[in-house]
């Protein structure tokens, strides 16, 4: 047993995301980069926010556990019909479930599925670990050339810093340094980046190149490349495995290159003329090495796109604020419902809605027949859960502080049917019944939980509570058990059918309170009779004159007070 618990609570869940999150990213990366290379129309912001949000989408479908379910697969036609004959089969499945599984089973297949989940995790965080100390030690050589600079001591050079970073509109302006190691001009750094120039560069290029030099590397400031290049590693540790993640590593570099290019253009701060004729000085000057994208960015890239690079200057527009207004919106709209995870699943076949209330004798009496037998599996499922937990279950599920969560008709739903163990599974225990994740469940209430006669019921609201109030069978937060019901089971209620007035949503842990004063205040009315429908805690159901003496109600009503009653009829 302990095997099959590691299987579904880690190995198999871990490798079901990584699937799912590998076709998903797969699709969006292949569209991304066709979208990058076709469209050469677009921004190289905008394409830059595209591998953004590619990154995005894989450790979204990665870590959200519940994928949005998309309902566009044909319907299975299946109706659930609650009748008398369902309690034999109900008690059938419970004791079928309680007995152990037969000798001589054969364990080795599970073993071997137990085996193959584990090596693959396994590999999978080896690899991830093996990548994060890559990442440790090119950080490091960046750390070495940091700590190697030397300050500018060119007060030109410096005037010409904090120029184009007031025409690009930088507030906190980045230190300038100068190295002998660099490879080329570039920005450092995580936490503190600095500019770091090769020495050589105040000696082999002009002073209007130095400052276009600079005003690339406040370009990368600007845009805060370094920080967004964590989202791009952070993917990069954990789908190593993925050929197009290796492709967007070169592909993020290139498009945040570009988008500098396109940013320096666009304020002015360089003529595409001049600035294409610095990158083809600087790649001949400076042969590339692998850098730490994740604490860098530099002047040149990669430079066998550099051709594409200078070609896509020529075809930078004038900044215009519409304009990227309206790029926005469409990636908004494109990001949203492109980003969250999501799962074709069969159409929903809703259960028809109850029938209005029906003014035949003989049609309300067939609808108390069904009430009253939805009731009785209360009962069986109150009594298995007692088996079990050697208590009735509480009236609501808790948290550690003791604050409810969920309705005791969550808690009930494995011990009602088979067909409701799957809804019970898609609950967040450790959630409240309203939280982003359960609410959505309250649509899904099930036929059991419908009075025939509520009008509320299509709406996730039922009228079946238990009472809650001193000396009841559900007065506190823990479930009670048999001896604690000194009055005797078959002289306690346990559920009771509520008026419209006190409906609740079926997973809301509120239900109805006794009130000793008037007892029969809020109950039945439902059906032409001046009646409710109730649960004795043995199992059996009863239709209760509302008229009964009060005194009669309040002894049903408490489990130790010690009276002696018989149930009115």
């Keep these: 047993m302990s095997d099959l618990l590691f299987v579904d609570a880690w190995a198999e869940p871990w490798i079901d995301a990584l699937w799912t999150a590998s076709w998903q990213g797969a699709l969006v990366l292949a569209s991304a980069w066709a979208i990058a290379r076709w469209c050469a129309f677009l921004s190289p912001r905008i394409v830059c926010w595209l591998w953004r949000l590619a990154c995005i989408k894989l450790l979204v479908v990665l870590f959200w556990t519940q994928p949005v379910t998309v309902p566009l697969l044909p319907a299975n036609e299946l109706t659930v019909a609650v009748s008398p004959t369902t309690v034999q089969r109900a008690t059938v499945s419970r ?116 400052r276009l030099m600079v005003a690339h590397e406040l370009a990368h400031f600007k845009r805060r490349d370094l920080v967004w290049n964590w989202l791009a590693t952070v993917v990069g540790w954990l789908f190593f495995f993925h050929p197009l993640v290796w492709l967007l590593s070169r592909a993020w570099s290139e498009s945040q290159e570009a988008a500098c290019d396109e940013l320096l253009i666009q304020s002015r701060a360089a003529r595409p003329s001049e600035y294409g004729r610095l990158l083809v000085k600087i790649s001949t000057c400076w042969p590339i090495n692998a850098r730490a994208e994740l604490c860098t960015a530099g002047v040149l890239g990669a430079y066998r796109n550099l051709e594409r690079r200078i070609l896509a200057m020529t075809r930078v527009k004038s900044f215009s604020r519409a304009r990227v207004a309206c790029a926005a919106l469409v990636a908004l709209l494109i990001a949203v419902p492109g980003t969250i995870p999501w799962r074709l699943v069969a159409q929903e076949v809703r ?40 208590s009735f279950p509480p009236p609501a599920l808790v948290d550690g502080d003791g604050k409810p969560l969920l309705s005791w008709r969550v808690a009930l739903l494995p011990y009602l049917e088979d067909d409701y163990k799957d809804l019970y599974g898609q609950f967040h225990l450790d959630e409240a019944w309203d939280s982003e994740h359960n609410k959505p469940l309250i649509a899904k209430m099930p036929a059991i939980y419908r009075c025939p006669r509520s009008k509320k019921a299509d709406s996730g609201m039922t009228v079946y509570q238990v009472p809650r109030g001193p000396s009841t069978v559900f007065a506190g937060p823990d479930g009670i058990s048999y001896r604690k019901i000194t009055d005797g089971t078959s002289n306690t209620i346990g559920v009771v059918e509520v008026d419209e007035n006190h409906a609740v949503p079926w997973t809301k842990p509120e239900d109805w309170t006794f009130d000793p004063a008037n007892p029969p205040k809020g109950l039945g009315g439902h059906f032409p009779e001046r009646i409710f429908l109730c649960l004795v805690c043995d199992g059996s159901t009863h239709a209760i004159p509302i008229t009964a003496k009060k005194e009669t109600l309040s002894a049903l009503f408490t489990r130790n007070g010690g009276e002696i009653v018989e149930i009115p009829h």
Aim: proline share 6%.
């Design 95 to 210: 004791q079928t479930e309680l007995q152990t599984a037969p000798e001589g089973t054969d364990p080795r297949p599970l073993r071997r599925r137990l085996a193959s989940s584990e090596l693959l995790v396994l590999l999978w965080l080896t690899g991830i670990a093996f990548c994060i100390i890559a990442t440790g030690r090119q950080w490091r050589a960046v750390r070495r050339l940091c700590r190697a600079t030397a300050p500018v001591r060119s007060a030109t050079l410096e005037q010409l810093c904090r120029q184009q970073a007031a025409q690009l509109n930088v507030g906190r302006l980045p230190e300038l340094r100068l190295s002998k190691q660099s490879d080329g001009p570039l920005l450092a750094g995580i936490w503190r980046p600095i500019i770091v120039l090769p020495a050589e560069s105040l000696t082999d290029f002009s002073e209007a190149e130095q």
């Design 351 to 390: 259960e028809p809605a109850a029938e209005p209330a029906v003014d035949t004798l003989e049609e309300a009496a067939r609808a108390r027949q069904v009430a009253m037998t939805q009731m009785r599996h209360f009962g069986l499922g109150m009594h298995s859960y007692h088996q079990e937990h050697k």
